[in-house]
């Protein structure tokens, strides 16, 4: 019997890179873990690869982009399991080209699934974590929300977005038992950023003093931390994960 199996946590977008080693890394912690996905497809096949290395997380399918969807998932959790205690924000994508040649489409998909995601969700978990008086707002941003990267203007908007988001709505739950913050991962060995040409990629590479990409099971040791009860004072934060790659 652990003292974190009556906890529920709520990953977004888990079945991505950085998703994948959240769920893993919270199951070890001995919390429930509830992976939400997109795409049905994708989902069957990743769980049946958790399942093989004995992780079964509960599965709910909802696109965070969309206020209602994200409402009726959370409505069938708290019936069917429980109150969301943790929320991790990780759903995030890509659409990197440069400015001049970006549409409206392109704007609208990164900031609605990256940013509006994240107060969809925070919407609908918010009341009954400050009515129980406990809660972890745990939101991916990213290295670039903080410094420049050519072709990313809408992923750095909506991930920036994220600061200022974080930052406030931690202000205003700090007395109800609830802490909000930021993790900026640098570049990830994930298949997003493996989808940047090689070429960019090495010169993005030698640009992190650490000369390596980072793991996922890095950040995912991050996520532990802050949802965890050791970091209860931790609140409003931004923490950088980056090899050295942007230090402030
Ligand atoms: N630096 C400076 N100039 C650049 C450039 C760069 N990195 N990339 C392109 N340009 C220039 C080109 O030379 C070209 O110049 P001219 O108009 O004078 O000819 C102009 O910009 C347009 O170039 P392209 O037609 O190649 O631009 P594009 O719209 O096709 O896209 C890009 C360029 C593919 C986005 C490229 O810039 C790129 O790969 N950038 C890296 C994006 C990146 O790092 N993404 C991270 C993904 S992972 C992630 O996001 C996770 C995380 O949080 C870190």
Not at 185 to 212: C, F, N
Request: glycine fraction near 10%; proline fraction near 2%.
């Amino acid at each position: 019997m652990t003292q974190t199996e009556h906890i529920v946590a709520l990953v977004t977008g888990a079945t991505g890179g950085l998703g994948t080693h959240m769920v893993k890394r919270l199951i070890h912690d001995g919390y429930r873990v509830i992976a939400n996905y997109r795409s049905p497809q994708k989902a069957e096949e990743w769980f049946a690869e958790m399942k093989k290395e004995g992780y079964e997380p509960y599965m709910y399918q909802a696109d965070v982009a969309d206020y209602e969807e994200v409402g009726k998932m959370v409505e069938k959790i708290h019936n069917e399991i429980g109150v969301i205690d943790i929320l991790v924000n990780n759903a995030g994508i890509t659409r990197d080209m440069a400015f001049r040649k970006m549409g409206p489409e392109s704007w609208d998909i990164v900031m609605k699934t990256n940013l509006y995601s994240v107060f969809n969700c925070c919407s609908h978990v918010i009341g009954p974590m400050v009515d129980q008086l406990y809660g972890r707002i745990i939101n991916i941003s990213s290295v670039n929300a903080q410094r420049a990267q050519f072709g990313q203007v809408n992923y750095a908007a909506a991930k920036a977005g994220m600061h200022g988001f974080t930052k406030t709505l931690a202000v205003e739950v700090a007395r109800k038992g609830i802490t909000v913050n930021t993790i900026s991962p640098g570049y990830i060995a994930t298949d997003m950023v493996l989808a940047v040409a090689e070429e960019v990629r090495e010169q993005i590479i030698k640009g992190i003093p650490m000369g390596r990409l980072g793991g996922t099971d890095e950040i995912a040791h991050l996520v532990s931390f802050l949802a965890s009860e050791e970091a209860a004072f931790i609140t409003g934060a931004n923490y950088a994960i980056n090899g050295g790659q942007h230090v402030y």
